[in-house]
C-alpha cells in the first residue's frame, strides 16, 4: 500500500472542473517536489505537473498543480473526453529513501 | 527528441533473472545531467518505482527491490539495463524506463524535481514456468 493516498475515482460532467486530492506525510510531500502524472488506457504514464505546481511545455493549462503541507491536488478544468485517465501522484520519501507513486485515481467524464 | 525502448524477454521463468534493456535515443546518457529509472505496473495495479542510474553509474534502488535488483549503464551503446533476479509470479507486470532532469541546489541534487519527463512505452514481463 502505497503512503500517498488518493481517491480511486472521481467524474464529472465535460467543461466542468475536478479535483484530485494526494495525501502525504512530512517525510514526502511535505518535504519534497510533487509530481503528477497522467496515464491513458494502455499508454505509458505522462509527465503533468511537476515540483508542485509547475507544467512542463506542451501540457494544457486546464491541469493546475498545487500543495499545501503534506497534501497536494491536481485540478482539471473544462473536462474533456480525452481526459479520462489514471493519474497519480508522486514524492520523494526521505523516510523509505524512494520514489513513491500514489494510490492512483480514475477520472471519469460522465 | 529523446526517445526510449524497453526490449528484452516477454517471459521468464521463476527463480531465473529478469533482464531488460532501454535504449535511448534523440540523446546521450553521457552527457550527464539526466537520471535514468525503472518503474513497474502490475496488472491493473499502479505504479512502482524500481530504481535510478546516473551515467556515471551510481544508482539508487527501491529499498523493497535492492537485494535483487541490478541497474546498469553502457554508455558505448546508450543503453542502460535492469536485471531482477530470482522473480517470481509477484514480478509480472509492464516495466517502463524513464528519464528524469537533474536539479542542483546550492547545497544538494534531485533526481525527481523535474520529474520524469520521457517515457518508454513500457514491456510485458511475464513470470512463468
Known amino acids: 500500500q502505497s503512503v500517498l493516498t488518493q481517491p480511486p475515482s472521481v467524474s464529472e460532467a465535460p467543461r466542468q472542473r475536478v479535483t484530485i486530492s494526494c495525501s502525504g506525510s512530512s517525510s514526502n510531500i511535505g518535504n519534497n517536489a510533487v509530481n503528477w502524472y497522467q496515464q491513458l488506457p494502455g499508454k505509458a504514464p505522462k509527465l503533468l505537473i511537476y515540483?508542485?505546481?509547475l507544467l512542463p511545455s506542451g501540457v494544457s493549462d486546464r491541469f493546475s498543480g498545487s500543495k499545501s503541507g503534506t497534501s497536494a491536488s491536481l485540478a482539471i478544468s473544462g473536462l474533456q473526453s480525452e481526459d479520462e485517465a489514471d493519474y497519480y501522484c508522486?514524492?520523494?520519501?526521505?523516510?523509505?529513501?524512494?520514489?513513491?507513486f500514489g494510490t492512483g485515481t480514475k477520472v471519469t467524464v460522465l | 527528441q529523446v526517445q526510449l525502448q524497453e526490449s528484452g524477454p516477454g517471459l521468464v521463468k521463476p527463480s531465473q533473472t529478469l533482464s531488460l534493456t532501454c535504449t535511448v535515443s534523440g540523446g546521450s546518457i553521457s552527457s550527464g545531467g539526466y537520471y535514468w529509472s525503472w518503474i513497474r505496473q502490475h496488472p491493473g495495479k499502479g505504479l512502482e518505482w524500481i530504481g535510478y542510474?546516473?551515467?556515471?553509474?551510481?544508482?539508487y534502488y527501491n529499498p523493497s527491490l535492492k537485494s535483487r535488483v541490478t541497474i546498469s549503464v553502457d554508455t558505448s551503446k546508450n543503453q542502460f539495463s535492469l536485471k531482477l533476479s530470482s522473480v517470481t509470479a509477484a514480478d509480472t507486470a509492464v516495466y517502463y524506463c524513464?528519464?528524469?532532469?537533474?536539479?542542483?541546489?546550492?547545497?544538494?541534487?534531485?533526481?525527481?524535481?523535474?520529474?520524469?519527463?520521457?517515457w518508454g512505452q513500457g514491456t510485458t514481463v511475464t513470470v512463468s514456468s
Open positions: 508522486a514524492a520523494w520519501d526521505d523516510s523509505l529513501n524512494g520514489y513513491v
Open positions: 524513464a528519464r528524469s532532469e537533474r536539479y542542483c541546489s546550492s547545497t544538494s541534487c534531485y533526481t525527481y524535481y523535474y520529474g520524469m519527463d520521457v
Open positions: 515540483y508542485d505546481d
Open positions: 542510474i546516473y551515467y556515471s553509474g551510481s544508482t
